[in-house]
């Protein structure tokens, strides 16, 4: 394994997060805020507690995992996809490393910047409501996981994007959606029977119910279901890359 191709490819990609520092801290902050000031303070003052958690509480892992979901996916896809737009990919692809390290070094750093804005937002909650944490280490584990599975689906978007337009589709038209009708603000369980089959459909769904689960304790469905979703959806997109490499799908000419 080749650590110093792995870390000048890490620390060229972290390079351009600490450059825009500020942004990067400012932005997670001022939505988390505003996702408290509409859903915690309007709706939560008409819904108690769900499953006896308070409002604002409940839809924490929700707004952690849309937040770093989307920014996992956006980094990963970014990262990879400006050396192919300017040529640069070619003296990667020439270099002596692997295409393991290539993504090691990538998806490290989206993976990265994905988790470091999670516990911010992470962070901010505690302003708002008393958070609790039953699993802290488990809570991390399945954060830290999600980030890298979302920053390898990323780095497939990133070799698939023809143009720049392409590389937003996923992301806000694919990801948020699916996050958003995931339960990250509600629970199934509030939802006529039809539309809770439906709800079972989206994979989002057994992530934030997982996450979920290392909050509070509980969950809408069971947290090996959760870890199963998870684990499949990572083995999926290693395979998916590994062919991509082999093949040279979009990136050779």
Same mark, same amino acid.
């Given at each position: 394994?080749?650590?110093?191709?792995?870390?000048?490819?890490?620390?060229?990609?972290?390079?351009?997060?600490?450059?825009?520092?500020?942004?990067?801290?400012?932005?997670?902050?001022?939505?988390?805020?505003?996702?408290?000031?509409?859903?915690?303070?309007?709706?939560?003052?008409?819904?108690?507690?769900?499953?006896?958690?308070?409002?604002?509480?409940?839809?924490?892992?929700?707004?952690?995992?849309?937040?770093?979901?989307?920014?996992?996916?956006?980094?990963?896809?970014?990262?990879?996809?400006?050396?192919?737009?300017?040529?640069?990919?070619?003296?990667?692809?020439?270099?002596?490393?692997?295409?393991?390290?290539?993504?090691?070094?990538?998806?490290?750093?989206?993976?990265?910047?994905?988790?470091?804005?999670?516990?911010?937002?992470?962070?901010?909650?505690?302003?708002?409501?008393?958070?609790?944490?039953?699993?802290?280490?488990?809570?991390?584990?399945?954060?830290?996981?999600?980030?890298?599975?979302?920053?390898?689906?990323?780095?497939?978007?990133?070799?698939?994007?023809?143009?720049?337009?392409? &590389?937003?589709? @996923?992301? /806000?038209?694919?990801?948020?959606? *699916? %996050? +958003?009708? =995931?339960?990250? !603000?509600?629970?199934?369980?509030?939802?006529?029977?039809?539309?809770?089959?439906?709800?079972?459909?989206?994979?989002?769904?057994?992530?934030?119910?997982?996450?979920?689960?290392?909050?509070?304790?509980?969950?809408?469905?069971?947290?090996?279901?959760? &870890?199963?979703? @998870?684990? /499949?959806?990572?083995?999926?997109? *290693? %395979? +998916?890359? =590994?062919?991509? !490499?082999?093949?040279?799908?979009?990136?050779?000419?």
């Amino acid at each position: 394994m080749n650590w110093q191709a792995i870390r000048a490819i890490y620390i060229f990609e972290m390079a351009r997060f600490f450059r825009t520092l500020m942004q990067s801290f400012l932005s997670p902050v001022l939505s988390t805020s505003l996702y408290f000031v509409v859903f915690g303070a309007a709706i939560g003052s008409r819904i108690d507690q769900i499953e006896g958690v308070s409002y604002g509480a409940f839809i924490v892992p929700g707004l952690i995992m849309l937040t770093t979901m989307t920014q996992a996916t956006a980094n990963a896809s970014f990262g990879i996809y400006f050396p192919k737009f300017i040529g640069t990919i070619y003296e990667l692809l020439s270099a002596p490393i692997s295409f393991l390290e290539i993504v090691i070094g990538y998806v490290g750093a989206a993976a990265t910047k994905a988790f470091f804005i999670g516990m911010i937002i992470l962070g901010t909650a505690f302003f708002f409501v008393d958070l609790p944490i039953k699993y802290p280490f488990l809570m991390l584990g399945f954060l830290i996981l999600t980030c890298i599975s979302f920053a390898l689906f990323g780095f497939i978007i990133g070799i698939w994007a023809g143009n720049f337009e392409q &590389l937003q589709i @996923i992301p /806000l038209l694919v990801i948020t959606p *699916l %996050v +958003f009708l =995931g339960g990250s !603000f509600y629970s199934v369980t509030m939802l006529p029977p039809f539309w809770q089959f439906v709800t079972m459909l989206n994979p989002v769904f057994y992530l934030v119910s997982g996450f979920r689960w290392a909050f509070f304790g509980t969950a809408d469905v069971p947290i090996g279901l959760s &870890l199963m979703a @998870i684990a /499949l959806f990572t083995l999926a997109c *290693l %395979v +998916f890359i =590994g062919w991509i !490499f082999r093949t040279g799908w979009r990136i050779k000419p």
